[in-house]
């Protein structure tokens, strides 16, 4: 059942457009998460539904119902804002079941889905407390819960735990799963930090520009990015990015890199011209080291130890090193020389405009063509 969904909606502010032909489809009891880099409209989105600004052009629908002209209290929607925006004269108690009260609900009604809210946010015990005698995460659950309390369709999460310290968003965010697996309502986030969209998400929407750049799952958009932007924004660290042109164009391409040198690629570039410029991507997991022998190979810039694992990084003569993710023990040393192997298996390709090539399942390639010359590619 699709719960919310918007038509081509744009907005303009002066003579700037911030969302340009937005379409999205939202099903009944969904965890979506907008996500894209600042300025990209992803709050103004959020506001958007909420009824919080106006709609310039476009339709937004909640259950089949279109809601463009409806105040936000009409629309059965909650917003959780990035101030927790307590009354600190107020108690627990009396923050949650505010908007109830506004709304003139029958006190015992009140009563109940206050104290209904605030058992399922662990907040009963805190009834009577005042807003200063509460730690970040509590006052975090109680913006929620005064949301919640109004048993709204929708759930708006505006970059909820932006102002909690690193452990508290850990333990936030995983209040906010199991939340939503309690409640199954349909949640909508925004956030900046891709760990929030990665873990909580059943599905991403990467905005870019105004822009849908891509709508999928974590799983999907991390392992199949349809554009440049949406592999270089998602993981960290970030995608590698290197130069290379089409050789020869086909339902298979050959590619040639300094990287690489020339290889056969399972990627269809049969509407591109020989000579196209492209940028090949390869995330650093997908990537390994060993000793080269002499003045071969490239060299480390840089060894970050993480605890758990390494990123060594290699100079490559681009703006950027290229960036490798290691055991733990691996005991690579800066100044060491290194060959690079690749998992070509791993690789992306992107034309001149960032948009992926499309990839041929390895099993469908013509007779006698293999997908790569061995399994990794080396430097």
């Given at each position: 059942m699709i719960k919310l969904k918007l038509d081509n909606v744009n907005k303009q502010l002066g003579g700037a457009r911030i969302l340009r032909d937005v379409s999205l489809e939202i099903s009944a009891g969904e965890f979506v998460v907008f996500v894209g880099p600042s300025g990209c409209g992803k709050s103004t989105l959020l506001r958007l539904i909420a009824g919080l600004d106006s709609i310039c052009g476009g339709d937004l629908l909640i259950d089949g119902r279109r809601v463009n002209d409806l105040e936000p209290r009409e629309r059965?929607?909650?917003?959780?804002?990035?101030s927790?925006?307590?009354?600190?004269?107020?108690?627990?108690?009396?923050?949650?079941?505010?908007?109830?009260?506004?709304?003139?609900?029958?006190?015992?009604?009140?009563?109940?889905?206050?104290?209904k809210t605030a058992q399922i946010l662990q907040l009963d015990k805190l009834l009577q407390r005042k807003p200063r005698e509460l730690s970040g995460g509590q006052r975090q659950r109680?913006?929620?819960?005064?949301?919640?309390?109004?048993?709204?369709?929708?759930?708006?999460?505006?970059?909820?735990?932006?102002n909690l310290d690193a452990s508290l968003r850990v333990q936030m965010r995983n209040e906010i799963a199991r939340l939503?697996?309690?409640?199954?309502?349909?949640?909508?986030?925004?956030?900046?930090?891709?760990?929030?969209?990665?873990?909580?998400?059943?599905?991403?929407?990467?905005?870019?520009?105004?822009?849908i750049e891509q709508v999928g799952s974590p799983r999907e958009l991390y392992e199949?990015?349809?554009?440049?932007?949406?592999?270089?924004?998602?993981?960290?660290?970030?995608?590698n990015f290197f130069a290379a042109f089409l050789h020869a164009p086909g339902e298979t391409s050959q590619v040639e890199s300094l990287v690489l040198g020339r290889t056969t690629l399972p990627v269809d570039s049969s509407?591109?011209?020989?000579?196209?410029?492209?940028s090949l991507g390869i995330r650093p997991e997908h990537l390994s080291l060993k000793t080269a022998q002499g003045t071969t190979g490239l060299v480390v810039s840089g060894v970050e130890y993480l605890g758990s694992e390494t990123y060594v990084h290699l100079d490559t003569g681009q703006d950027e090193p290229m960036v490798c993710r290691c055991e733990v023990n691996a005991g690579w040393r800066i100044g060491d020389r290194v060959e690079l192997q690749l998992d070509i298996d791993n690789l992306h390709v992107f034309d001149a405009h960032g948009t992926a090539l499309?990839?041929?399942?390895?099993?469908?390639?013509?007779?006698?063509?293999?997908?790569?010359?061995?399994?990794?590619?080396?430097?």
């Open positions: 059965g929607v909650g917003m959780v804002f990035q927790y925006a307590l009354y600190p004269h107020m108690s627990v108690y009396d923050n949650i079941g505010f908007g109830l009260k506004l709304a003139k609900t029958e006190k015992t009604s009140l009563r109940e889905r206050v104290l109680v913006a929620m819960g005064r949301a919640m309390a109004r048993e709204p369709d929708i759930l708006l999460f505006d970059e909820p735990l932006s939503h697996g309690r409640l199954g309502s349909t949640m909508i986030y925004v956030t900046h930090d891709q760990v929030e969209a990665m873990t909580l998400a059943d599905k991403i929407v990467v905005l870019n520009g105004g822009r199949r990015p349809a554009s440049r932007f949406v592999a270089g924004f998602l993981g960290s660290p970030r995608m509407d591109l011209a020989a000579n196209t410029q492209l499309k990839r041929r399942a390895i099993e469908s390639l013509p007779a006698g063509v293999a997908p790569h010359p061995a399994s990794a590619g080396v430097l």
